[in-house]
């Protein structure tokens, strides 16, 4: 598998770059860390990718199967992918690999003429002496119970879509004992490790909520909602009795005039889970990324720091920040708009400069859509006091354009409740200085906008 010449390895790193474990440097560092430890530790760093990736293929090469053990790790990420099968299909080497093109179930015994009870297995020493091999004893798995609140259950589906993945993930590290989308259980069972999504929205979600964190060593909050109120934080702006009526009086897509009275009764408003109980780990996104959710766990229960980026969406994105002569403000509906240019320089709010990365590869941008911040807040955002998304954007779409400041942010002011609304319920918005954010809202709701 080593032997083979400098346009076949050249090759290699431009398939591997297509796979998305590969791609990016977030998931390529989870690559790495599954690796055995001598071959890990050996390779060297380079914020270059095509170097980076060159100097993991020449770094295994020099280690009996190396490559072998590569494959089957970023298999193990992305098998179900078709940069992958492309992978496999145009790289003759790999093909004739038995790990890739033959998994063996870890339930089946090798074919052999001789039975052997593991138990009853003797070996004889330099002194003649018998003694019992004795079987390893079987690792203990952490035990891991999930339950949501009120949400979309965005965050559950993501786990799910963890598909074939799932069972090798958690085969030898986890054991899944509650987890309401796949799993018909209404009973809040002992576990190490609890996962929430969802926000605090109803009396439900606060009895729920006690009963994860009583029932749960670890809790997780999963998802923007739990870390920072979710989408539905949008009704910030009003009072219950103006969203029940909106929603079941007054709501011309609604035949009723009823507000249901036999259900779990609404709070003043959403809430974060941490207002309610104590929250060890927050991992947000709408829904993260399954590679976040697989660190995460992974760091949680070998007690170390998740190896997760700590940049915005931007770092990822393949548009360009160029400035330019554009004097108008558009929103994404209005309009062509060019494939490589920021949305910034065009006079399109994005929000990926000021929102954590969760998402991985900038997929809206990428996409044509603009970020609306569905990841919640970056770090400059929320560690610094005077630091507001309107006014960090409304700078960088001035300086990048024609088009004044003070336009910008009472653009921004008008779309709170889409560019806020992941957020909008959260201390970090709530109580800055510069975002009397309740207040715009509602200024603009009077005036119609």
Do not use: P, W
């Given at each position: 598998m080593n032997n083979f010449g400098?346009?076949?390895?050249?090759?290699l790193v431009e398939l591997l770059l297509k796979c998305p474990s590969i791609e990016n440097v977030g998931t390529r560092n989870l690559v790495l860390q599954e690796l055995p430890s001598q071959i890990s530790t050996a390779i060297i760093g380079n914020p270059a990718s095509k170097v980076h990736v060159l100097g993991i293929v020449n770094t295994c090469r020099n280690f009996p199967d190396g490559l072998e053990h590569l494959f089957k790790v970023i298999r193990l990420f992305d098998g179900a992918t078709i940069p992958f099968?492309?992978?496999i299909e145009n790289f003759p080497i790999i093909k004739s690999l038995p790990v890739i093109l033959e998994k063996k179930p870890e339930n089946e015994e090798s074919n052999t003429d001789v039975e052997v009870n593991e138990v009853n297995v003797?070996?004889?020493?330099?002194?003649n002496v018998v003694k019992e091999k004795k079987p390893p004893p079987t690792p203990t798995k952490a035990t891991l119970s999930i339950d949501w609140l009120s949400g979309c259950s965005g965050c559950e589906v993501a786990f799910a879509d963890l598909h074939e993945q799932l069972p090798s993930v958690l085969k030898n590290e986890v054991e899944l004992v509650r987890l309401p989308i796949l799993m018909d259980t209404k009973e809040y069972v002992s576990a190490d490790i609890g996962m929430v999504t969802g926000s605090i929205r109803t009396e439900h979600d606060i009895d729920a909520a006690h009963a994860m964190r009583k029932s749960c060593k670890t809790i997780i909050a999963l998802g923007t909602c739990p870390v920072y109120g979710g989408p539905h934080g949008g009704g910030y702006a009003h009072t219950t009795d103006e969203l029940l009526d909106r929603s079941f009086?007054?709501?011309p897509s609604t035949r009723t005039t009823v507000i249901p009275t036999d259900i779990p009764k609404l709070l003043k408003e959403s809430r974060t889970l941490d207002s309610e109980i104590k929250v060890d780990v927050y991992m947000p996104g709408c829904p993260p990324h399954y590679a976040f959710i697989i660190e995460g766990l992974r760091a949680l229960l070998s007690g170390r720091e998740p190896t997760m980026g700590q940049h915005n969406v931007c770092f990822d994105c393949v548009r360009s920040m160029d400035k330019t002569d554009?004097?108008?403000?558009?929103?994404?509906?209005?309009?062509?708009?060019e494939p490589n240019?920021?949305?910034l320089?065009?006079?399109?709010?994005?929000?990926?400069?000021?929102?954590?990365?969760r998402c991985r590869r900038a997929p809206c941008p990428t996409a044509g859509v603009p970020c609306f911040a569905c990841g919640g807040p970056s770090l400059p955002v929320i560690l610094e006091p005077q630091m507001d998304v309107w006014t960090l954007i409304a700078?960088?779409?001035?300086?990048?354009?024609?088009i004044p400041k003070a336009h910008i942010v009472n653009e921004i002011k008008k779309q709170a409740k889409t560019h806020y609304a992941y957020a909008m319920v959260s201390p970090i918005f709530r109580y800055k200085p510069t975002s009397p954010l309740r207040k715009t809202l509602i200024q603009h709701i009077e005036k119609g906008n």
């Open positions: 400098f346009d076949e390895k050249q090759q099968q492309e992978l003797v070996e004889v020493n330099e002194v009086v007054h709501n554009v004097k108008t403000l558009r929103r994404s509906y209005e309009g062509e708009f240019l920021c949305f320089s065009q006079g399109i709010l994005c929000f990926g400069s000021v929102a954590l990365d700078e960088r779409m001035a300086h990048l354009t024609e």
